[in-house]
């Protein structure tokens, strides 16, 4: 039988059910939040988590994986709120949301020490809690696989090796970074099944996406919605000729929807979206406009939703 650490504590990988595998209940920066707080409305971050995740239990999701790690103001508390408040669980993750900085902690620490660091985080709780962490999370963005990146990811591998839990890498199909992360990932050792490309389907070649696939990890179609870095149409195209492919069993499909994000002023959100930046982007908009097309074009059947929303989420998981 395989677990899951959730913030209701461990439950069944069947348990699970309906899941959505990359949203945040809130994205912000925890350094700029604890120095300046009253730029932060924590009711207002709160309603807007809420509303987001009870629309998607709408749908049926019973689940929410939350990727919020360091950098990104992660507060396992926060997310046991909203599960508290809307009925759908929430699984948190520890790691390192970073294209390349790191406070001086971390830079004048090797990846072994880092690593202890997170695995206190899957074996202890997570800021105090009795709450673990269900899986790792790093980055490589436009600046590549720098060292301080490499050292983030090499840390999680000794992390998952340690301890079972998977990883989540964000990554950039522009800068073509998969392919470096999941060299380092299995020369650690960790199990292909174990590790997760996110943010694949922002890429419009699909032999990138096969070329990952074919090395045994999950790819992420993960930002339905983030117009800026691909429209929605080219995203369904590239998920509707991966299933037609049968790889149903090494793909997940998700928003990477931020409840609240504080990357912009509030008033710049409008301005993206009217200049055709993101477009419907919410924790629902695969169900309103993804999967019925995906079923329409005959490549997402019963059997196929079950795979990619409820059993690869369980078995990428599941420890
Ligand atoms: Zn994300």
Redesign the pocket.
């Known amino acids: 039988m395989s677990t899951v650490e959730t913030v209701l504590g461990q439950v069944d990988a069947t348990e699970l059910g309906l899941t959505l595998i ?1 949203e ?1 209940v809130r994205f912000r920066d925890e350094a700029v939040a604890e120095n300046w707080p009253g730029r932060y409305d924590e009711a207002a971050e709160f309603a807007a988590a809420t509303e987001a995740v009870s629309a998607a239990k709408g749908h049926g999701v019973k689940t929410i994986v939350d ?1 919020t790690a360091m950098f990104g103001g992660r507060d396992v508390r926060f997310m046991k709120r909203v599960t508290d408040a809307t009925g759908v669980n929430i699984v948190p993750c520890t790691g390192i949301y970073s294209y390349d900085f790191l406070p001086h902690y971390f830079e004048n620490r090797d990846a072994d020490m880092i690593a202890a660091h997170f695995v206190d985080d899957i074996e202890r709780g997570v800021q105090g809690t009795e709450m673990k962490a269900a899986f790792l999370k790093c980055a490589a963005d436009a600046a590549g696989v720098t060292a301080n990146v490499e050292k983030v990811h090499r840390a999680c591998a000794r992390a998952s090796l340690q301890t079972g839990a998977p990883v989540m890498a ?1 990554s950039m199909p522009a800068a073509a970074t998969g392919p470096r992360q999941v060299d380092i990932f299995l020369e650690e050792g960790v199990a292909p099944e174990k590790i997760q490309i996110a943010h694949c389907g922002d890429s419009d070649d699909v032999e990138y996406i096969q070329a990952l696939i074919d090395r045994g990890v999950y790819v992420g179609l993960d930002r339905y919605g983030l117009e800026m870095y691909r429209p929605i149409g080219g995203r369904n195209a590239i998920a509707a000729e991966l299933l037609r492919r049968g790889h149903a069993e090494r793909v997940v499909i998700s928003q ?1 929807y931020c409840a609240t994000i504080d990357w912009f002023p509030a008033e710049a959100i409008p301005q993206i979206e009217a200049s055709g930046g993101i477009r419907n982007w919410s924790m629902t908009l695969i169900f309103e406009e993804v999967i019925p097309w995906l079923r329409e074009q005959g490549v997402m059947d019963d059997a196929v939703f079950d795979t990619v929303f409820v059993r690869n989420p369980a078995r990428w998981l599941g420890r």
């Open positions: 990359h945040h990727p964000h990477d």
